[in-house]
Every structure is written in structure tokens, then in C-alpha cells.
């Protein structure tokens, strides 16, 4: 069996068709469906059932397909071994990082780290709170920032930040000259939030439930600076660690404490745990540890 054919199925399975498998990995749809043609004819089984117009794994090839992100990880791990046998300072790290966090603390930690280590790469996968935990469970980055708590039992956690919550809306609504907001006073307004994939969707929901009541809402994004464009258009209200305040300079938008309630937003760094850390992700770790500890 060949790694290449074997990195074409996974390929293909991972971006749910072969038209996307060879935009994105600029291979030809004729390679690609004659490596995994091979690959069925040197294993002796269907790994694709092609009577559906999508791709649809068969009870072999699901086996096959989480075998080969084995597979992946450790011809990845074993690059990474010999660098590191070799004091090599270079190389990449992927990261799962929210929109939102990148945008927030991402740029001043990568500033920092190249400066001490150039020759590393690091690549973002930006990806919700949600689903960045599966991303490092599964191998496809090296770490993450998810929010805590979160499952100790399959990662190793370090302490990120930790924020409170504000309320932003318009300059004009009559609440906007206020210090301080009740989360109860907006009961009756509508709230523009972040999509499912976002753990902040759950927490603006699970927050005013704690309170007695179950937000309207009008608008979900996946874009922080799209949501305070639409409180900004006087379209409803959202909720963002205050953080962000220092990021948005939309004049029509006001920034309000929340008073009596304390739901902080704490974030977290993992990694899974039992997998080999390579020299430059350590170093990243210490980075990120060392400006945790600075800002504290």
C-alpha cells in the first residue's frame, strides 16, 4: 500500500467529494479515482459506495479511513522525532483557534514566538469553540483554545485568559445611557448571536435562561465584527467578552457592564494528551503560558 493512495482517500473523504478533493489538493479527479482504485484493489475491499452522487464511505472504508489518520499522525510524528533528534528549529505548528480569540490575543503571542523562533511556521485553522476539541483529539492540529472547562480526560490544559461579559447596543436605545445593564432588562429585545458551531451561542442562551427568559434572536454570524455592524444598525443586542471593546471603534455602539451577574469567559489552551510534543510546539506552549502570566 502506498501513502499516496492512501492520502487520496482520506482526501476525499475528509472534503466530501472528489471535485473539492482535487481543487483543493490540485490533483486531477481521474488520479484521484485511480489511486483509490488501487488502494480497493491492494486491500481487496470497497472503500466507496458510488451508487450515491455523494461520497459515501462503506463498513471497510470507514475502518480504513480512521486507520490512515493513525497512519498520518505518525509519519507526521515521526518527521517531527528527527527534527527534534537534530536540534532543528523549524518546522509548523497547526493551531484550532475561534474566530474571535485569533482575533483578540492570536496576533501579539505569534509576534513574540517569531521573533524568537523565525523559521517556524504556524498555521491557523479557524474553526468554532466546538469543534476545535475534536480537531485536537483527532490529530488534525497540535493545539487548540477552546473554552473552559472542558474534558481533562482526553487533554492536558493550560489556563488562557479568563473575561467578563458586556452588553453592546446602539447609542440610540434607551438603555445606551446606562453604567450598568441587568441581563433581565433585555428580556424583550432581540438578540444577534453567534452560530451553533460557537460556544458563545450556547453561553448568550444559557445565560439569560439563568435569568428567566429565552432570548429572541434575530441574527446569527460567524463574525464578531459583523455582529456588532448589525447592533451598530440598531437590529438588535449581543453579548461579547469585554475584551473586544478595545477592537470595535464603531461610534454607534455602546459597551455596558453587566450588574449582579458573574458568568466569566475563561479559555484554555489543550493539547491531547499521550501524543508526543515536538521542541517548537513546547516552546509555543511556553509563549503562550508566559503571556498568560504577564497580563495576570
Given amino acids: 500500500m502506498e501513502l499516496r493512495d492512501l492520502k487520496a482517500f482520506m482526501t476525499v473523504v475528509e472534503y466530501g467529494s472528489f471535485t473539492k478533493a482535487a481543487s483543493e489538493s490540485f490533483v486531477s479527479q481521474p488520479s484521484l479515482s485511480k489511486s483509490i ?32 489518520q493513525k497512519i498520518m499522525r505518525s509519519v507526521h510524528d515521526l518527521h517531527i522525532l528527527l527534527d527534534d533528534l537534530l536540534n532543528i528549529k523549524t518546522g509548523s505548528i497547526k493551531l484550532g483557534i475561534p474566530p474571535l480569540i485569533g482575533t483578540l490575543f492570536f496576533p501579539e503571542i505569534a509576534r513574540k514566538f517569531h521573533k524568537q523562533y523565525p523559521e517556524v511556521h504556524l498555521e491557523l485553522v479557524e474553526r468554532g469553540a466546538k469543534t476545535i476539541g ?6 488534525d492540529v497540535d493545539m487548540g483554545i477552546v473554552v473552559i472547562p472542558t474534558d481533562e480526560r482526553k487533554f492536558s490544559v493550560q489556563s488562557f485568559v479568563e473575561d467578563q461579559f458586556c452588553v453592546f447596543i446602539n447609542e440610540s436605545h ?14 424583550n429585545e432581540t438578540f444577534i448571536i453567534f452560530t451553533e458551531e460557537f460556544t458563545l451561542h450556547d453561553y448568550v442562551i444559557k445565560s439569560c435562561k439563568s435569568v428567566g427568559f429565552t432570548p429572541i434572536i434575530g441574527y446569527k454570524s460567524s463574525q464578531w465584527d459583523l455582529i456588532v455592524e448589525l447592533v451598530s444598525s440598531n437590529l438588535g443586542v449581543t453579548l461579547l467578552p469585554y475584551s473586544i471593546a478595545a477592537k470595535q471603534t464603531n461610534k454607534n455602539v455602546k459597551i455596558i457592564p453587566l450588574y449582579n451577574f458573574d458568568m466569566p469567559w475563561r479559555l484554555g489552551v489543550i493539547t491531547k494528551k499521550n501524543t508526543y510534543q515536538s521542541f517548537a510546539l513546547k516552546q509555543l506552549l511556553n509563549t503562550i503560558r508566559t503571556e498568560e502570566g504577564s497580563e495576570n
Avoid at 475534536?134 to 490529530?139: H, R, S
Avoid at 438603555?175 to 441581563?183: D, M, P, R, S, V
Fill in 37 to 68: 482504485k488501487k488502494l480497493e484493489d491492494t486491500l481487496h475491499v470497497e472503500l466507496l459506495n458510488r451508487t450515491t452522487r455523494n461520497v459515501e464511505l462503506t463498513d471497510a472504508g470507514s475502518i480504513v479511513y480512521k486507520q490512515g
Fill in 134 to 139: 475534536t480537531l485536537v483529539e483527532n490529530g
Fill in 174 to 187: 434607551p438603555l445606551a445611557q446606562q453604567e450598568h445593564i441587568l441581563l433581565q432588562d433585555l428580556k
